[in-house]
Structures are given as structure tokens and as C-alpha cells.
């Protein structure tokens, strides 16, 4: 097997990633994914390909940009200002002893409930979406890589958030408050693929308008996930993950 040097492999990269290699864009550098996939491209391959994968979610950030959009016109249209969708009072409660377990505080819980009204999404939408034929049509609007990424982190959101709970829980049954925690590195990665899902299902709200209105609640539910697990876990976005951070 042909590994990328040695000297540009980051220790620890592995620990807080999405665990989607094939979309990763530090391939090259990570030594789990060397020794795991039995890869025998070259660096510079590995580097190229890396680079492609940076541009795809260079791109997909400008979509997170115009879901946000959506939302914010979503709550204009409902009535309510900027300050009602920062307010988050239903999901964020400190992770404390009145949760038996993790699986039980109300962001585990959206979380669970996301995975399955993502299920109920595609099922409803299967007529008209035709998965296959529809992702292959070279005519349609790309809706491949959308697809992908929200099949993706269906169901890697809920265990990291409960996994972050967990760890939250412990942390203050333990009198602990470090920033650099391993609550926060998990819950930072919980927040990334919310955002790439977030990202994607806007690429289908302008993709396909008959489901307009169903793709809008998994864009509500999951901001509203995504601002909660931000309230509960204050230091989650400034946790510095080895080498994907820098
Ligand atoms: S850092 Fe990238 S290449 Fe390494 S295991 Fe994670 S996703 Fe795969």
C-alpha cells in the first residue's frame, strides 16, 4: 500500500469527523483512513481528490446560506421577527438529573423525531421523486448530491447529540466546565452535518416546489434543532477539532 507521507498526517483527525471519507477533503492526511480503506493512491492523488471535496461543501456552505434565508422568510411570513427565532425555549434545557439518560432530553428527542420525518419525506415524495430515474436525468435539477447528503447524516445526528448529552450529564454530575471537552468536539460535529443537512434540503425546497411545504418543516425542525443543541452547548462551535480546524 502507497501512504500519503507520514510527516502530513494529523494525530487525532478522525475523532470529531463525519466519517464520510469519501466526501472528506483531508483524505491525505488522515492516517484511519489510510490504513482502513487500503488506499494506493499517491498523496498528490489523495490531495487532489481532497481538493475536489473541499469545493463540494465550499458550495454547499453558499446553500446553507440560502436556507437560512428560507427560514427567516418562513418566520417573516408567520409573523415572527429575527428575535422570536433566536429564542429557543422547548429543546435547549441543561442536560441535568431530571433526564434519566441522555435519550431523553428534548434534543436527543428532535433528533430521533428528524431521522424518521426524513423516512416520511422521501416516502411521500416518492411518487413524484422516483429516486432513481429522477437523480439520473441529466434534464432535472442535481438532486443527487442533496439526496446523499441527507440519507447521509439521517441517522448520524441523533447518537452523536446523545452521545453529547451523555457527556454534558457527566460533566456536570462531575463539577466539570472544560470548553475543550469531548461534549463539545461531539456536539460540534452534530452541528456541522445539521448544517450540510440543512444545506441539501434547501437544495430541494427550490428543486421541487409540490413538496414545498413538507421540505419547509424539516427545514424548521432542524434549525430549531441546530439553535438549540448551539444553546445547550455554548462552546460547541469554537471547539478546535485536530486538523479540521485549523
Ligand atoms: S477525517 Fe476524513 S478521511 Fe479520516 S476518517 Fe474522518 S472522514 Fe474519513
Redesign the pocket.
Known sequence: MTMAGEADLIPG??SY?????E?????A??????V??GEQKSGSALHEFDALNAGFWQEMGEALVNAMRYIREMAIKQGLGVDDLQKETVLSEPPDSKYRNAREHPCSAAALLYAGMVNEWFAAADDIFEEESLLMNPNQPSFREPVEIIRHYQYFIYPKIVRAVEGRMNDIASGINEPDNDANGTAKIALITIDRSLAAWSLLYTGLPSQEDSTLSLLVHLDRLRRSVEVVFPAARSFVRP??DA
Open positions: 483527525i478522525f469527523c463525519d466519517r464520510w471519507c466526501r472528506c477533503a483531508f483524505t492526511r488522515c492516517l484511519q483512513f489510510q482502513e480503506s486538523g479540521l
